[in-house]
Every structure is written in structure tokens, then in C-alpha cells.
């Protein structure tokens, strides 16, 4: 059969192009890793030049499974979880699997909703960002019938893996940075006042114990809530400051759209970034390169996050893992652009 031709290929058609039998076919499709790596080559050749498309439906009949997992996550608006989102993409296509991505609002009502509704879409694994879920969530979680990897900070105890990034050491090698930069009037923009255990309550605390650290006492002025973390609310955080005639010289911002936000009111008040106030993100979005100045980050291995999250949930899902739930943190490390450089 020629590619292109209107005859749709079969698995026979490509095992014939690749010169391999019909099983050889279906283990590459089907992701088996013990396969020779010029056969597997000669495989995907052959797939793409007949432009064969495996009968998903078919294969789910006979396995009892989709190759479908779902990615719940709190707010696409927010840049963190769109990037999240496409590394997971990535890293569940290599494993062949597709991905269902379900967005909840901030809030906890529409959380519950989307983690009670997500199994009954035919997946066969669920990865969940949790936001608002609590303590007496945990038996929700537990009733999901099929397996389950949660992704930022756990606040209770749970049956089910977790894979987080270090908030609390990247805040403060943040703050350490410019600190040592000569800075001493740090704003931490970005608190949830009373949030402990979440990824704002981490930061803070990272803030505060490099401040220990260098014994600079902690001023509580410095200390800016924001209630929501898009760029938005770190320029209207940013005019309050201003206006409030709060004196600074560096900002740890909790987020890089935060950070974005506020460098931009600085921008439009003839405030000079670095020389008058050195700023620093978390996320290492990938627009963080393109701002003037590119702004310094905190890299928190969030495609890390997302492969680890997938091959965990894969192996649950092949019953490869039947041990006990695993925590895993991610390494992070301190990005240094144009928003912190040395005052000249």
C-alpha cells in the first residue's frame, strides 16, 4: 500500500514496510521499553510514512483501559499551570498516553467538583494540583477508584503519591540572593496572611529564615499580601506600596507573574531595575526571559515535576508499583538575569 493512498493502513501494512512482526508493531505502539532502539526507529518510520492510526477504541475493548489520563489544575490564566500543563502533555505523549485537562476555579466547591466528576470520564489515572482540598478530604481522594498522584503542597495526610518542588528553600535562596547583593529592605510580595502549609505560607517562611540567617530583623511592613498571584494583582499590590511610601531596595516576589506585574508599576514611577530595586520571581516561566529586564527566578524543576509526576502514575497504572505512596521533591536552582544584577 502506498502512503497517501486512501486505504486506511492496518498493523499488518506496517509490519510489513518495517520488516517486523505484527507483536514487534503493537509493543512499540503500546510503549514496551524492551525493544531494540533501530527497530523501534524503523517502527515509527514506518507508522508516520502510512500515516497509521491505532484503533483506540478497539485496544481499550481488549486491555479494559483508555491510555487516557486526566490533569486537574487550579487556573490555566495563571502561566504556571499552562506550562505545567504542556509539560505533562509531553511527558504522557512519550508514554503514550493522552491527557484530559480539567480546570476548577479558585475556590473549594468547584475543586470537589472536578475531583468527584474526573473518574467518571474513562481515565485510567488522574494527576491533581491540589489548592483548597483539606483533612477531611483525604477520604474523597481515597474513594477514587483508579490511581492517583497529587501535585503541589499535600496538607494532609494521604494513601495516594506526591510530587512537590521545595518552596521553602527556593524562597529563601531567593532572598539570600539579594541579600548578598547588599539589599536589607526586602518586600515579600505575595503572603496569604494565616496560610501555613500552603505554597505562600512556604515562601513566606523561606523569606523569613533567610532574613534570620543574615540577622536582619524582619519588618512586617515589608510583608505584602495578595490575595490572588497574576500579574494584575502584583501591580495593583505594587501602587499600594508606592503609595503607602514603603522604602525597599529588592522584592521576592512568590510568583513570576507577581513579579512581572510589579516591575512594570516600578517601570511607570521611574524606578530602575536593578539600581534602585533588584526583583526576583519563582517559576522560570518562560516569559521571564523576554521581560526588560529578564527577570531572575527561581527554576523549581516544575518539567521534573511533571515527569516524575507521569511515570509514577504510569506505574501505578501497569500495577509495575504496588509499594507504598512515595514523596518525591524536586531540585531547584536560582536563575540569574537582568533584574538582579550588581548596581553599577
Known sequence: MKAG???????????RAAGVSIKTVSNVINGYPHIRPETRERVEKAIDQLHYQPNR??????????DMIGLIVPDLRNPYFAEL???????????????????????????????????LRGLDGILHSVLTLEQGDAALLERVPVPM??????????????????NTEGAQAATAHLLALGRRRILALGSHPSEEFGSPGLRLQGYTDALAAARVPLDDSLVV????????????AMRAVLDAGVQFDGI?????????????????????????????????????????????????????????????????IGGADAGPPREVFTDFSLVERESTAAAR
Open 149 to 166: 498522584v497529587l501535585l503541589g503542597e499535600r496538607l494532609f495526610d494521604s494513601s495516594r503519591d506526591h510530587v512537590t518542588m521545595r
Open 57 to 66: 477504541a478497539a485496544r481499550s475493548l481488549r486491555s479494559g483501559r483508555t
Open 225 to 236: 499580601p495578595v490575595d490572588l498571584w497574576h500579574r494584575a494583582d502584583g501591580a495593583d
Open 252 to 316: 521576592v516576589a512568590f510568583n513570576d507573574s507577581l513579579a512581572l506585574g510589579a516591575m512594570r508599576v516600578l517601570l511607570e514611577r521611574g524606578v530602575r531595575v536593578p539600581e534602585d530595586v533588584a526583583v526576583i520571581g519563582f517559576d522560570d516561566l518562560d516569559e521571564t526571559r523576554y521581560s526588560l529586564p529578564a527577570l531572575s527566578t527561581i527554576n523549581p524543576g516544575r518539567s521534573e515535576i511533571a515527569r516524575t509526576a507521569v511515570d509514577l502514575l504510569v506505574a501505578r
Open 85 to 119: 500543563a504542556d509539560d505533562v502533555m509531553r511527558a504522557a505523549r512519550e508514554r503514550g498516553f493522552s491527557v484530559l485537562i480539567e480546570q476548577f476555579d479558585l475556590d473549594r466547591e468547584s475543586e470537589l467538583a472536578a475531583l468527584r466528576d474526573a473518574h
Open 5 to 15: 493512498s486512501e486505504t486506511t493502513a492496518t498493523l499488518h501494512d506496517v509490519a
